[in-house]
């Protein structure tokens, strides 16, 4: 809890705070605040403004453009919560055997990230659709295969730094084999940076999903992702600005939101910056 | 006296593999370790002693080359022994207390389960409760204050002295038959390491093993051994009774670091006393005695290496002189 007040002490803590429980709350209780089904069509009302029966307005289908909003959270705080997890722990598992295991593998690993992360991720993210296909799952998998190098790399140098520190061998000394060294010894000393790495990374891999699904390769019609919807809006902005505003206005808040969030939270892991109460 | 021997060294050398070459980093070390007593290695920077300790829990460097000779715990030798079965003996039937209290404590764990942690390869029969309960009458007995309130804490909340305790209540939880002691003050204060070396001194009356005190400090060393081992560039070159090697030292190196000891009937501005040049490469070990270069009174003979002979009863010298 004192982690929390701390992250809350600071005012970008506070607003990133807010816009992350907004965003998540509003992804979790969609089908409860959504005042229509996002898919469901008023094709009488097709690009309205804001009214009282559609309280952000309607896109070209009529479909109402707050209910989609919520529903497309679900997609993407979804997606790079699974993205980021599943990399999060891929990258210690590989990281931690490329710290520890012998330079064949090592080296084998490291090339494979170098690898990865040598191509821009919105161009090798284009190219694994092109050879998986897009779909949900698919999004996330190849999302995934873009973000574990850079938990990997940080995974490894943390364990080659704490594995030299002497506490590490004096455990040894007293008898803790390798697998107890690793498992009580090595990755709760490992998981501060990356964890916080991990709360930075989930704002990238919203902006990321949803620029695939503004191109079209990600999330298919007609599920909600705000990607698709900023794309639809585009098609019609001459006609209203509506959609655009409310996808992007999402995609704003929730990136700018656990941005915020991720910074307070790595300052208030610091201990060098921590104020003393 | 009872000099029954629990751990006999035998014709022990190790060799690091270095860029240049092997590095003979123990040459032949022969050392008996009697049951009960403590044993002192003394020898400046990079005279093997450390590696000696590690030697003895099975924890080389990965860089060791070559090993050789016989380290016998009661016969058994623990070169042989396959790793598995070692890393048993570590925290069982040794344990070793490390020179810097302030990095030898995991920072995220807190120091009651660190201490239960160290039992689990003596007792593994014991449940949390009892564990903690024995490591909660270790701390009294280390001089820890409110151990309670010590067992919930973690590493960074405990002062330098605190934590050297805690270190060796951990060290003594193991009950070990052998209790490796790596310069167990170097990183305290003077005042705190008094204390130290008091506590130290009153849990030898109780603790019912034999322990190794690794130290440069020859103070340290003649308040607390029993036994003396001088070592001088991987070599063993005199051991002896810390009474007899400290009334009669038979080695000019032993001599030598004696004189070095600092003196405060000195005259301030007198310059200090240092053993003239330095350690002889030990990657292309030199012919004969290893400290001729720096001994101030070699003569023709030292061309040979001289073997470690027992000059008089229990005092062993590797000097052509002594």
Redesign the interface.
Known sequence: MGLLRRIWASPSGRLGMVATLLVILGGVAAPLIATHMPNQLDVAARLTPPSGAHWLGTDHLGRDLFSRALFGTRIAVGVALAVTATALVAGILLGVTAATAPPVIERTILAAFDIVSSFPSLILALALVAVLGPGLLNIIILVTVVFVPQFGRVARAQTLAVKE???V?????????GGRILA??IL??IVGPIVVLASMNIPVVITLEAGLSFLGVGIRPPLASWGTMLFDGFTYLEQSVWPVLVAGGSLTLATLGFTLFGEALRDALDPKLRREP | MNRETLVEIKNLSVDFSTAKGALHVLRDVSLSIPRNRVVGLVGESGSGKSTLALALLGLLPDNTGEVSGRIELDGENLLDVPPEELRRLRGGRIAMIFQDPMTSLNPVFSIGTQLVDAQRNRHPQLGRRELLKRADEMLKRVGISNPEARLAAYPHQLSGGMRQRVMIAMALLCEPDILIADEPTTALDVTIEAQIVRLLDDLRADFSGSIVLVSHSLGLISELCDEVAVMYAGKVVESAPTKILFGNPRHPYTLALLACEIDPEDEPGEALVTIKGGLPDLIDVPKGCIFAARCPSRFGKCVEEPPLCEVEAGHKSACWLA
Do not use: I, M, T
């Not at chain 1, 061998?169 to 084999?177: D, F, N, V, Y």
């Open positions: 520190r002497p506490f061998e004096a455990e040894r000394a007293l008898g803790a084999s009580f010894h709760p000393n």
